[in-house]
């Protein structure tokens, strides 16, 4: 009776799982939509921070009215912004602009909650703080486009603003989703999945109901009992006919199988002889290896898929803005005179739109289809514009970069947008190591092994053991603001160069990064 209530308590315990297990999923892919569907909006109310009509405005202090330009490119985000509002440094609204029906009259009805999101507006130029734009997003628009796919029935989708319990979607149960693993509604335990976001803030829920999930575990539970006592009471006659070293034997293999039934693929059993007893546990130690191999082969290639994936959207809501911004730099070329002010800040931002458009691009096909464009390159080249690209992090940090190429030319076949990109975003993790007094990051180059390696040593506080074994691991981070996404992306474009990257830490002394890529046959 104590084996059968303990059979049925791991039968509980195992849809349980799958439960946790199905709520994570559809949470994930529901962030990741969520997230895409942001930074495509985000991109275009940063446009409306970078109007020169709006800097003009709050440095001039003269209107209280929008610009006509500011009115346009609101009017273009589709609704998606309910309302914008321009404040100077003084923290005094200059002007504020609202959704209006084909009336002319603002909307008011309907219940579309908002999520307050606030910019800084700043000189082009100088950096300078000049004022603060406040949109108020509409919550629903960042929602998938066909829904939210509930994982089981029950199943209840909560959004919330960080930090606040307040609802922003209709339903009789959002008010019941309170952070945590699980509650009680109803008598009922609930489940949850939970994801707090800090751009956009929210706050992401996903609930169901336990009962109706493990009532057929419960049903399996009670058929297998008498399976189970049947198996026992044929083990039982079987062991009396045994000799002790076969019933021994025999125990460490159910001990294993049981241990494996529970997810412990790393169970062995210890081959005591070439008998058939003994023939039977290398037969299980072999596919135990192989189902654990199997499984995580399984994993990877989901999670490589899926950052496929969003690695495609994301690229795709980027290039839209920056066709434009490419469009405006080229018209405001042909309108400034050569030597004026601001012709050489436009001739930059063009050429850094441009180098973007490509990364953009390298990135959407080496997302479909895992394979770069490849010339001889001097590495040179790109590891310097990626330092350059990385000056104002490092600033933020409060680092120190010291930069030692040496002075061998480096020589490689590969995308030079591509590696700019791995070394910039290795760069970036690097600073943000370091503890809140900065630190110093050293990156070296040199010749071995037929290839280049690069290194990068920062004296932060290095990782764990455990993190080191997930760095590269899809959705992985170790800051709340992370993505996960980066390193991931940054392997599979060193391997798609027919390189290696690898990494080496201890906690409280530091991490070095090294990227080695062979020579160019050229």
Known sequence: MKTTMSFRARISRSGERLLRSSLQKSLDETVSQIVSRWYGLRSEILFLTELPEVLDALQDGSTSEAPAGFIRVFEGLDGSVKTATVTNLADVERWRVSQVDPRGDMLTTGFEPTVPVSFDIREKLSGRLEGSLTVE??????????????????????????????????????????????????????????????????????????????????????????????????????????????????????????????????????????DEVGRVADAFNTMTENLDRTMRELANKESLAAVGQFAAALAHEVRNPLTAIRVDLQIAEDELAEGSPGSEAQKRALQEVMRLNETVSDTLRLARSGALGSSPINLNEPVRAAVAAAGPIFK????????????????????????????????????????????????????ENGGIAISLQDDGAGMTAEVMEQVFEPLFSTRPEGTGLGLTIARRIVDAHGGEISFESTPGSGTLVRVWLPLSSV
């Open 137 to 274: 997003i509409v919550a629903t628009r960042l929602l998938p486009a066909g829904g939210v796919v509930p994982p089981v029935a029950g199943t209840v989708f909560g959004l919330f603003a960080a930090g606040s319990d307040l609802p922003l979607l209709p339903g009789p149960l959002q008010h019941r989703l309170p952070s945590g693993s699980e509650f009680t509604s109803g008598g009922d335990r609930w489940l949850t999945a939970e994801r707090i976001l800090e751009d956009p803030p929210l706050r992401i829920v996903l609930a169901a109901p336990l009962t109706p999930f493990v009532q057929p575990f419960q049903g399996a539970a009670r058929r297998g009992a008498g399976l189970v006592l049947l198996v026992t009471l044929v083990g039982l006659a079987l062991a009396a006919l045994l000799t002790s070293r076969l019933t021994r034997s025999l125990r460490a293999l159910s001990t294993a199988a049981e241990a494996v039934s529970d997810g412990e693929l790393g169970r062995r059993v210890e081959v005591s002889g070439s």
């Open 396 to 447: 933020h940090h409060r680092a120190r970069l010291e930069v030692d190429l040496g002075p061998t030319t480096l020589n490689v076949n590969g995308d030079s947008g591509a590696l700019e990109q791995v070394f910039l975003n290795l760069l970036q993790n690097a600073a943000q190591a370091l503890g809140p007094d900065g630190g110093n990051v050293t990156l070296t180059g040199s010749a």
